[in-house]
């Protein structure tokens, strides 16, 4: 499945991303904000891309690697995790590479995602976790309708201490 605007596209993890995604994923500065906590290995990347079922239903996420429109180079990731079709709703996670970004990259991405989310998974509701005072992050979410929905104390282990960290939530639509 391929996602796009006129600066972006969205496309499933390829062999030709393992070395991409393994900078991505091993780059410590994103870690405070994941659930990495040791390097993944290029082996390991590559039995991702090839034995991922992308089954919604068993894993409950779904992985886009955002590709410049212009050009098809990678420039981040855009995931839905702890997808829950009882509920209807999934957290939110964008990854640009520091290189792209301020590109609006991830505006498109945004957007990209959430019409896939509600379209495709019928959800009725996104929310993003950040560090409290990403103001960068939470910027983006807010233009986008996204609200402030509580703040988690202490939360994330940042840096040798506890961060706090912020929810934004959104609703794509009205309940059927």
Same mark, same amino acid.
């Given at each position: ?5 006129n600066r972006i596209f969205m496309r499933s993890p ?41 089954d919604l239903f068993t894993y409950h996420q779904v ?26 709703? #999934?957290? *939110?996670?964008?990854? @640009? %590479?520091? /290189? ?64 706090? #960290?912020? *929810?934004?939530?959104? @609703? %794509?639509? /009205?309940?059927?």
């Open positions: 499945m391929i996602l796009r605007d390829e062999p030709q991303d393992v070395d991409f995604l393994y900078n991505l994923e091993n780059n410590t500065d994103l870690w405070a904000v994941s659930t990495n906590m040791e390097p993944y290995s290029k082996t390991q990347i590559e039995t991702y891309i090839k034995e991922n079922p992308h992985r886009f690697v955002i590709c410049r429109a212009t050009d098809n180079v990678p420039v981040g990731t855009a995931d839905l995790t702890d997808i829950d079709f009882m509920h209807r709703r #999934a957290e *939110i996670g964008l990854a @640009i %590479l520091d /290189k792209f970004r301020g590109n609006g990259f991830s505006a498109s991405a945004l957007k990209l995602l959430e019409d896939y989310a509600q379209k495709n998974l019928q959800l009725n509701s996104l929310h993003a976790i950040m560090l409290a005072d990403n103001s960068i992050c939470a910027n983006l979410f807010i233009s986008h309708g996204y609200v402030l929905s509580g703040t988690l104390k202490e939360w994330i282990w940042n840096s040798g201490h506890y961060s706090d #960290a912020n *929810i934004y939530q959104k @609703i %794509l639509k /009205k309940n059927i």
